[in-house]
């Protein structure tokens, strides 16, 4: 147990509390008063009490949320005359004050560390229903989530030409927008990885649309930085650009690492396709993909267009991806309708029609990239062919 001792004369007491009256008064949820505690049948059993002749004390239990964390203690003794009823109930109210702090003190800490993760809507859910027995569980534990993972382009590049203090501050001000968007739908903020984002809804707090708000936030992400993108072109000559990959899908999530250092974050092979996809958006040109299950679970409302059939690295089954491209109402892109069509035939192995409708749509690069698989199929003929494409870079 705790101590912090006031002594008239320091270092005449070796042992000023009584371990066996703090007990009571823990066990028991009481304020303990004893005029003399030597011959209090409560304490009888206490020993120390024999041997240091504890004469009058008084205790009162600091309970926080019905636990008894700890104790404030005083004695005294006959000569310097006994503690009284009032003492007793000027004591008990103290002790109640500082079990008030405490709780407020443990909320604060346990607010600052939410914070460092959930926006602060979010925060104020979890605290809210901390209070009953709808409380979120921060351990791990299986959930389903949607997961971006959100990725500076050329930052690599950017970095070998730029003083560190220069780039730094790009990477500060691209994590607050992009991080400002995230907590704005309610999303929870894994970790920053170097110039990488990761985040995820639908933990701590259950969030039924948790794919719709992924995708919305995937799209605002990616225009709060195109708003600022002349401002960054214009400080330090960079051009910034993020690369973006969402997937649905069973993972672990909760408090993970070690007793006094740990994070909240997730385990999966969900977590892991969604980096895979972001990476996936090199062999395209595009900003933006999703998997199929979040195409499916955001209801498909998004302006978007499916982009493929892929086998990323490290995983067997092949994905059906989508390119994300604006949000619901927007207006959808003239080509997304040929390039669906063309798509189709690269699909059935039609790679001499495909080619043809590829190449119609040189500004884009997705199609260009799909024309150059289909000169390279058509050159080296698969034997057996199921219209996914493998790739071979994360």
């Known amino acids: 147990m705790p101590e912090y001792v006031w002594e008239e004369k320091p270092g005449q007491i070796t042992m000023p509390i009584s371990r066996t009256?703090?007990?009571?008064?823990?066990?028991?949820?009481?304020?303990?008063?004893?005029?003399?505690?030597?011959?209090?049948?409560?304490?009888?059993?206490?020993?120390?009490?024999?041997?240091?002749?504890i004469s009058s004390a008084l205790c009162a239990p600091l309970i926080v949320d019905d636990q008894a964390l700890g104790v404030v203690y005083l004695e005294s003794s006959l000569s310097k005359g006994g503690?009284?009823?009032?003492?007793?109930?000027?004591?008990?109210?103290?002790?109640?004050?500082?079990?008030?702090?405490?709780?407020?003190?443990?909320?604060?800490?346990?607010?600052?560390?939410?914070?460092?993760?959930?926006?602060?809507?979010?925060?104020?859910?979890?605290?809210?229903?901390?209070?009953?027995?709808?409380?979120?569980?921060?351990?791990?534990?299986?959930?389903?989530?949607?997961?971006?993972?959100?990725?500076?382009s050329g930052f690599t590049r950017m970095s070998e030409g730029m003083e560190p203090l220069v780039l730094a501050g790009i990477l500060n001000r691209t994590f607050e927008a992009m991080t400002d968007q995230i907590f704005s739908r309610g999303g929870t903020l894994d970790k920053y990885i170097g110039d990488a984002i990761v985040a995820f809804w639908n933990a701590p707090v259950d969030?039924?649309?948790?794919?719709?708000?992924?995708?919305?936030?995937?799209?605002?992400?990616?225009?709060?930085?195109?708003?600022?993108?002349?401002?960054?072109?214009?400080?330090?000559?960079?051009?910034?650009?993020?690369?973006?990959?969402?997937?649905?899908?069973?993972?672990?999530?909760?408090?993970?690492?070690?007793?006094?250092?740990?994070?909240?974050?997730?385990?999966?092979?969900?977590?892991?396709?969604?980096?895979?996809?972001?990476?996936?958006?090199?062999?395209?040109?595009t900003y933006s993909l999703v998997s199929e299950t979040t195409w499916e679970q955001s209801g498909g409302i998004f302006v978007g267009r499916?982009?493929?059939?892929?086998?990323?690295?490290?995983?067997?089954?092949?994905?059906?991806?989508?390119?994300?491209?604006?949000?619901p109402g927007d207006p959808i892109p003239d080509h997304f309708c040929s390039f669906a069509e063309a798509l189709e035939l690269f699909y059935q192995g039609h790679f001499a029609e495909a080619l043809v409708r590829f190449e119609r749509f040189p500004e884009d690069p997705?199609?260009?990239?799909?024309?150059?698989?289909?000169?390279?199929?058509?050159?080296?003929?698969?034997?057996?062919?199921?219209?996914?494409?493998?790739?071979?870079e994360k």
Not at 24 to 44: E, G, H, K
Not at 306 to 327: D, F, S
């Open 21 to 53: 009256i703090a007990r009571v008064a823990m066990t028991n949820q009481v304020t303990i008063l004893t005029t003399d505690a030597r011959v209090d049948p409560r304490f009888a059993a206490g020993e120390s009490i024999k041997i240091h002749g």
């Open 83 to 152: 503690f009284r009823p009032e003492d007793e109930h000027l004591l008990s109210a103290m002790a109640n004050f500082a079990a008030v702090g405490i709780q407020r003190e443990r909320e604060a800490k346990f607010r600052q560390r939410l914070e460092r993760y959930h926006s602060p809507q979010v925060v104020d859910q979890i605290l809210k229903s901390s209070q009953s027995k709808e409380a979120p569980a921060l351990q791990a534990q299986r959930c389903q989530i949607s997961v971006l993972f959100a990725d500076i």
């Open 207 to 285: 969030q039924v649309d948790h794919a719709v708000r992924a995708c919305r936030a995937a799209v605002r992400c990616g225009r709060k930085l195109a708003d600022r993108r002349p401002e960054f072109e214009q400080r330090t000559g960079a051009v910034v650009k993020a690369r973006i990959g969402m997937n649905t899908g069973s993972v672990v999530v909760g408090n993970m690492g070690s007793y006094e250092r740990f994070n909240y974050t997730i385990l999966g092979d969900a977590a892991n396709l969604a980096s895979r996809l972001e990476g996936a958006n090199k062999a395209f040109g």
């Open 306 to 327: 499916e982009l493929g059939r892929l086998r990323v690295v490290g995983r067997k089954t092949p994905v059906r991806v989508y390119e994300l491209a604006g949000l």
């Open 366 to 392: 997705a199609s260009n990239s799909y024309a150059a698989q289909c000169r390279l199929l058509l050159e080296h003929p698969p034997t057996q062919w199921d219209g996914v494409l493998s790739l071979t």
